[in-house]
């Protein structure tokens, strides 16, 4: 009875604050209880570290978690994106279940907490390099135009600024990706394979950009990979 | 503004197009049905016009027996009664004939000596009569009597005597400033009037002088009261069928000028409404189409719409290019209607100038409400459909 009680109480303020507070609610940690995808639930590994665990995620920390082909890299971050629901067991951002959330809150948990870069990218071939990364930031007016073309530069592609995403190569459009993941706020920055198509130079100064504008943030790395071949130091390392 | 420039990928031209053009057809037609039947509306219902109120006046047939008084055409109280108990009458009234002579003179501008002629008085009640006049009025004290003749004698006096008797024309306002001389006589007195013509009527087919008058009149100068020969009769619909069977077994004879205007005028509100409906259908197809093609549309960009809710956009921020094209879109349909609406308007109160007066302050508000009113409802239907579309995708 006095259980229901507090559990009322706390989703009531955890709502309210939500409401009054959203820009600047932070999500400061991700537990994951006893969770597998549905699709695998059969012939999930038990020995996996993320699947039928109980872990929790901290806002600040790096985490690689390596996996596998086909162990559901991508379903667990599709998972915490909301990008899909069929999955067993529970997750939740301090404290809320994700069951919980509607599309208005997965709305703004993408605008304001949580940035991903997918696997395929998901940007859009008909606009411009400097257009795909405006209709992130104009969400939010995260970054300075200035900073944005700084990124650019950093990463060498400030040449193709105004080209359409479609004439640039897969390289390219890998960082052009990652600089959009940047022009939001963020807590938890999930990266499935991000470098895949990167040479090591090109890792290296994409690495460091990556790492300062985490420390500044104070946000969480979540990186997916085969292995462990990027240039990140990180708190926890998960086998799936 | 990018978002504008990304979801505009895929939109046909063509279809849009088409949309204009089809709602646009539908839109002025229902307009102008509806613009139409405003101006005819005082036609319609007015008292006085070609289309007045519904009134039969019904007579019996002249036949040989009739001529020689053997059978009589006067309506005896009791065929007046089984009349009003038909269902079909709303009221009824006789019409009171004069029992007195009537001589009426007058001097056209001393031009010609004196033009003067037997005349025939008769009265219906003044509920039965399509004029407004304050002339209208008879009182014993000031020896004045108001006339009301048919609109037909006019015509046949401007027409056909006149010409023919080197007399000058007389429109509707000279005439009425003619003074008469009326002298009754009868009943071993007699007596002049002054008098006027106040007004004219296309409903009753008799020279007409108020009610009261004619009931005193009679009193004084009549050689005693005669049963009507006439009545006329305000049916509940002057189409029901009923009413011909009615008359045609007693024998009676309907003055049907008036009947038939009444079905002219039945008949144009049904072809305004039919008009109006085939212009409903046309907008309603209009808008299927475009709920079509907007459908399409949002299944073409079905991928970049779920790659911007990825990036956290919402249903409304997604839905709103296509709202906004559409409600411009029916921003312009709606006033290039009301500009046709007004442009035809003007063509056929020009053509009817002649028969029908429209009142050019008529140009109502009223149709470009209406406009207002369907451009707002089909607007609403296609951003609530838009809406739908996108958060369909989301799914």
Not at chain 2, 30 to 59: C, H, I, M, T
Not at chain 2, 84 to 109: C, D, H, L, N, W
Not at chain 2, 177 to 204: H, P
Request: with cysteine.
């Amino acid at each position: 009875m006095f259980d229901d009680y507090a559990v009322v109480c706390r989703l009531f303020l955890h709502y309210s604050f939500l409401i009054i507070h959203y820009s600047l609610y932070k999500v400061q940690t991700i537990e994951i209880h006893d969770i597998v995808p549905d699709p695998i639930a059969e012939v999930a590994s038990k020995t996996s570290e993320v699947w039928f665990k109980d872990h929790s995620f901290t806002r600040g920390k790096h985490y690689l978690i390596s996996a596998e082909s086909g162990t559901g890299k991508s379903s667990f971050f599709d998972f915490l994106y909301g990008r899909r629901h069929d999955y067993q067991g529970s997750i939740t951002f301090d404290g809320a279940s994700l069951h919980s959330f509607k599309v208005r809150d997965w709305n703004k948990i993408r605008q304001h907490n949580i940035s991903l870069v997918f696997q395929g990218f998901r940007l859009f071939p008909e606009l411009t390099v400097w257009e795909n990364l405006q209709l992130k930031n104009h969400q939010t007016g995260y970054l300075s135009d200035q900073k944005m073309m700084q990124m650019l530069e950093t990463l060498g592609i400030p040449e193709k600024r105004d080209i359409p995403l479609r004439f640039i190569s897969y390289g390219q459009q890998q960082r052009v990706a990652l600089i959009r993941a940047m022009c939001q706020p963020f807590d938890f920055l999930l990266l499935d394979e991000p470098f895949s198509h990167l040479d090591e130079v090109n890792q290296r100064i994409i690495c460091n950009l990556v790492s300062e504008e985490l420390k500044e943030r104070g946000a969480s790395l979540m990186l997916c990979s085969l292995g462990d071949p990027y240039f990140f130091e990180y708190d926890e390392k998960l086998n799936m | 503004m990018l978002l504008w420039k990304l979801l505009r990928k895929n939109i046909a031209a063509g279809q849009l197009l088409g949309y204009v053009a089809a709602t646009l057809l539908g839109l002025t037609i229902v307009l102008l049905s509806l613009q139409f039947y405003n101006d005819l509306q005082p036609v319609f219902s007015a008292k006085e016009g070609v289309f007045a109120r519904d009134y039969l006046v019904v007579s019996k047939k002249v036949s040989v027996l009739k001529t020689l008084k053997i059978s009589s055409t006067e309506f005896s109280k009791n065929e007046m009664s089984q009349i009003e108990s038909q269902p079909f009458v709303k009221r009824m009234a006789g019409f009171t004939a004069a029992t007195f002579r009537v001589y009426a003179s007058t001097a056209i501008s001393g031009k010609v000596a004196n033009f003067g002629t037997m005349l025939f008085f008769e009265s219906v009640p003044d509920t039965f009569l399509d004029i407004n006049s304050t002339d209208w009025r008879w009182n014993q004290k000031n020896n004045f009597i108001p006339i009301i003749i048919p609109r037909s004698y006019l015509t046949l006096y401007n027409f056909g005597f006149a010409p023919s008797q080197g007399l000058p024309q007389l429109s509707e306002k000279t005439i009425g400033l003619l003074n008469l001389n009326i002298e009754l006589s009868g009943n071993g007195k007699d007596a002049i009037f002054q008098s006027r013509i106040v007004g004219f009527t296309d409903r009753i087919n008799s020279i007409l002088v108020p009610q009261d008058f004619m009931e005193w009149a009679n009193v004084q100068f009549g050689t005693g009261s005669a049963q009507p020969s006439r009545v006329i009769i305000e049916p509940h619909n002057v189409s029901d069928p009923k009413l011909g069977e009615y008359f045609a077994s007693h024998q009676y004879e309907i003055a049907n000028d008036k009947a038939s205007a009444g079905e002219a005028s039945s008949f144009l509100r049904t072809l305004i409404l039919i008009v109006m409906g085939v212009g409903v259908i046309i907008t309603l197809l209009a808008l299927g189409l475009m709920l079509l093609s907007i459908n399409l549309l949002i299944q073409k960009n079905h991928a970049k719409i779920e790659n911007l809710s990825l990036m956290g956009f919402s249903t409304e921020t997604m839905a709103k290019p296509y709202q906004w094209l559409v409600v411009v879109l029916n921003v312009i349909i709606l006033l290039v209607s009301l500009v046709l609406v007004s442009y035809f308007r003007g063509k056929y109160t020009a053509s009817f100038n002649t028969s029908i007066h429209i009142d050019d302050d008529n140009l109502a508000w009223n149709y470009i409400l209406w406009g207002v009113y369907i451009v707002v409802a089909l607007s609403a239907v296609n951003i609530g459909w838009i809406y739908m579309k996108v958060k369909e995708i989301r799914k």
